[in-house]
């Protein structure tokens, strides 16, 4: 069975940062692209990145480019988003999304940029 | 980078069919058969319900359809239920990102 679980959100002020994990287990995670796609709260859902299987494509959602970094180590079968000068619009539920077509899901982790 | 559109909310009774729509453009609905729906409860993840158009995750009700015509994409629920009452979001693939996402419906069983 598919499961990816999200960790390393919390509570950081504006202009910090912080790296958000997913684990992945159940299937071949190197065969898959993955995403991040976030939540922000009683808002709908925004794609932010993601990565190629060799990770040698990344794409980004305009309003991160140049403050967050998708990339993933297929020997630890995870995936990670350094996010780096937060904003409080960046305040959301990140989920990490395996694969296109059927994509499988995360349950989340909040990440609230807040002063 | 726009989002696709989807009506606000749409209700039906018990054991009634309701279609939700969601409009996008040949860059992205109405160019690739990439098109996804998603069921989410309060305080929960989206929970995959057809992707590719039309087909069905392993465990998802039949009573769950979806289709496409030209720049136009619907989600069907046929026999509501009452744990049928959530939001639901498209998403498709696009020439421009990944992924774009509808804005969202809230399903309301009367």
């Known amino acids: 069975e598919v499961q990816v679980v999200e960790s390393g959100g919390g509570l950081v002020q504006p202009g910090g940062s912080l790296r958000l994990s997913c684990a992945a287990s159940?299937?071949?995670?190197?065969?898959?692209?993955m995403s991040w796609v976030r939540q922000a709260p009683g808002k709908g859902l925004e794609w932010v990145a993601n990565?190629?299987?060799?990770?040698?494509?990344?794409y980004y959602v305009d309003s991160v480019k140049g403050r967050f970094t998708i990339s993933r180590d297929n020997a630890k079968n995870s995936l990670y988003l350094q996010m780096n000068s937060l904003r409080a619009e960046d305040t959301a539920v990140y989920y990490c999304v395996v694969g296109v077509g059927a994509p499988s899901w995360g349950q989340g982790t909040l990440v609230t940029v807040s002063s | 980078q726009s989002a696709l559109t989807q009506p606000a909310s749409v209700s039906g009774s018990p054991g009634q069919s309701i279609t939700i729509s969601c409009t996008g453009t040949s860059s992205d609905v109405g160019g690739y058969n990439y098109v996804s729906w998603y069921q989410q409860h309060p305080g929960k993840a989206p929970k995959l319900m057809i992707y590719e158009v039309s087909k069905r995750p392993s465990g998802v009700s039949n009573r769950f359809s979806g289709s496409k015509s030209g720049n136009t994409a619907s989600l069907t629920i046929s026999g509501l239920q009452a744990e049928d009452e959530a939001d639901y979001y498209c998403s498709s693939y696009t020439s421009s990102s990944p992924w774009v996402f509808g804005g969202g419906t809230k399903l309301t069983v009367l």
């Open positions: 990565i190629k299987q060799d990770g040698s494509e990344k």
């Open positions: 159940g299937f071949t995670f190197s065969s898959y692209w």
